[in-house]
């Protein structure tokens, strides 16, 4: 079966949310993250014969520029769309090197190239790879996936520059494995240029389409929506312009700076998109956790109540006699025999049964007998009102009378001790 595409008029969250429910979609794909990942590219995918700037403004037309126009420093400029790889692995003939171009690695060329341009570094388009300034034809001003392939848009500088864009079709990325700029940013795996070349190594590549004229800075953008909505009838478009102001107002509705351009508008949106959908997904996982623990608790709580109560009453008794044997063994003390209790047992009305049954609780033994066992095996405590030194000293009421040659041994023994305590005997 076919993965879903978007219908006329339908908004990006509403075609997910269909994508996402699809029956297809759920069987090809089962993991959530990676069903939204490729229904995302789905809407992203362009009506046929449209681009990208079609699917990005929902019904807008797209114009080719057959001639080329000068910017604001007088230079002879030109804007082409070009395709730069597509998914496959590729072996260099010469070099022998391989690599695995797949749609997840071309995103994060997209967003490596949005932080590199972002931070003042151009991605410069040559010829045979040279690095030589002289070779140096123009720029690359934007990249983009479309569903297999990479595009990029060039901006070739010169007459010269051009017309070899119309002689040659071909061009090859220069791919660097850690790109570190000159203040020592590192960007990882990043296309560092555009060359164009005879012989690329990726074959079957389309030639270079003009699509607009370089402009000056404050030169308005043009945009091309439908000029009504919600009609039958075939609207011609109508072209709009993006003026200083609307870029402004775009920039504060996004809370972004003036590195956010009307040229990298469209990566800034999709990196925007991605970051908080990947936010949504974390939430809904962590949500899905909760609720997970959420309905444990009440199956423990449901299992606790289908515990004979009888058989807790028994349970509960056996436990408080264990707890009383440990303070007759001078175990514990009577005060941590309470706690014990109030803890482990619970109140004849409300028997802790996770306490006190392992089916309860879920364990191999139930919890009471694991921590009553334990102190069974504690040294003996000596008690507050059974230490020797009070015991004979309370024994006595008169000192020194009437007293049985092992009483006096004995209270001999309480002399000696309280005077190494620092006190006189009574």
Known sequence: MPKPTKRPAEKFEQFV??????????????????????????????????????????????????????????????????????????????????????????????????????????????????MDAEAVRGYLVDMFREGDTLYGIHELIGEDSIKLAQTVKNVSVLIEKEYVDGKGVSYGEAITHSSIVQQPVVPGQEGFVPIAASRGVNSPTSIFVLSVEGTNNKQNPQEKTMTAEMLKQIREILGAGEDFTEENMLTRLAERITADTDEKLKLSKDMAELKGQVESLKSKDKTASKVDPDILDDRAENAEEKIDGLVEKAKITPKVAASLKEILVGEPT???????????????????????????????????????????????????????????EVDRTSEIAMAASGHNAP
């Not at 400029?77 to 391989?98: A, C, L």
């Not at 009471?368 to 000596?382: H, M, P, Q, Y």
């Open 17 to 130: 949310t269909r994508c996402m429910g699809d029956e297809t979609m759920n069987s090809d794909f089962p993991d959530d993250k990676q069903r939204r990942a490729v229904c995302q590219t789905q809407w992203a995918k362009p009506d046929k014969g449209a681009s990208r700037m079609a699917a990005a403004f929902a019904g807008a037309e797209f114009k080719a520029a057959e001639t080329a126009k000068f910017n604001d420093k007088g230079q002879l400029v030109q804007r082409f769309r070009k395709d730069m790889i597509s998914v496959g692995v590729y072996r260099h003939p010469y070099h022998e090197w391989s690599m695995d171009v797949t749609p997840e690695r071309m995103d994060k060329w997209v967003a490596t190239f949005g932080a590199m341009r972002a931070n003042g570094i151009d991605i410069e388009v040559v010829v045979d790879h040279s």
């Open 350 to 408: 409300k028997r802790n049964a996770y306490m006190l049954s392992r089916k309860v609780s879920g364990t191999d033994e139930s919890i009471t007998r694991k921590i009553l066992g334990a102190l069974a095996d504690n040294d003996s405590v000596e008690l507050g009102e059974k230490t020797k030194s009070q015991a004979l000293s309370m024994s006595r009421s008169v000192p020194n009378a009437d007293l049985k040659p092992d009483e006096k």
